[in-house]
């Protein structure tokens, strides 16, 4: 079956701290895709990142990184030096072709972070 | 249109009626795509449609939704004799084809069954 977890339900961090938000997958496809979405508190899903499973590079976007490590099924978000403006809550997202459908996400429960002044 | 644009933002409907949602996805994306959330949930996909065509309905909760799409354009959830489970943060997106080249989302229509 195809899942998403993410573990942490909430994360409270003091701004400049670097923070990371975990995100397990299960799959039984050979190809597939990796998200990450953050949804700040007006509602609007904004998209970070896409990655393919073939491709294990780590990525560095300004202050934000990610660690895809197929060993281990996890695709995880790093925040350096998080400021407020980053408090949100940040889904990780699963797509692959499942039986020939190619046509949704499967999101994980999602992960509210609160960055305190 | 620049965006994805949803409406109405919010919705208060009674119990037992019906309601529709309409979707304005960005001109020229052929994959449309229609997701719930429940309050602190994550996303529970319902729908998604390629071109006109919905190719799989299985995530739709119950025969009481129902989603067309036309003009390869606009696109409308409809719920008929809604119940309180229903409330819940009704999100689309759309995106240039099915296959994941980056997904944008709406503001999405926030339905309160009372």
């Known amino acids: 079956a195809q899942k998403v977890t993410q573990a942490q339900t909430e994360i409270s961090v003091v701004e400049k701290e670097d923070v990371t938000l975990d995100c397990v997958y299960e799959t039984r496809d050979t190809t597939y895709y990796l998200f990450w979405y953050k949804q700040p508190p007006s509602g609007e899903l904004v998209f970070l990142i896409r990655r393919n499973s073939f491709d294990e590079q780590n990525e560095i976007s300004g202050r934000y990184s990610w660690n895809f490590q197929k060993s281990t099924s996890s695709f995880n978000f790093t925040i350096t030096a998080s400021q407020v403006v980053d408090s949100a809550v940040y889904f990780c997202a699963l797509g692959g072709d499942y039986g020939g459908s190619q046509g949704n996400l499967i999101f994980g429960k999602g992960t509210k972070l609160s960055v305190k002044p | 249109g620049a965006g994805v644009s949803q409406s109405p933002s919010n919705k208060v409907t009674e119990k037992g009626k019906d309601v529709e949602l309409r979707c304005d996805p960005i001109s020229g994306h052929t994959a449309l795509y229609w997701y719930r959330q429940r309050l602190g949930q994550g996303l529970e996909f319902l729908i998604y449609f390629q071109g006109n065509s919905a190719p799989d309905k299985s995530g739709l909760p119950s025969d009481r939704f129902s989603a067309e799409r036309t003009g390869e354009s606009v696109s409308t959830l409809t719920i008929q004799r809604t119940q309180q489970e229903d409330s819940a943060v009704y999100l689309c997106?759309?995106?240039?084809?099915?296959?994941?080249?980056?997904?944008?989302f709406g503001s999405g229509t926030r339905l309160t069954v009372v």
């Open positions: 997106a759309s995106s240039p084809q099915t296959g994941y080249y980056g997904y944008t």
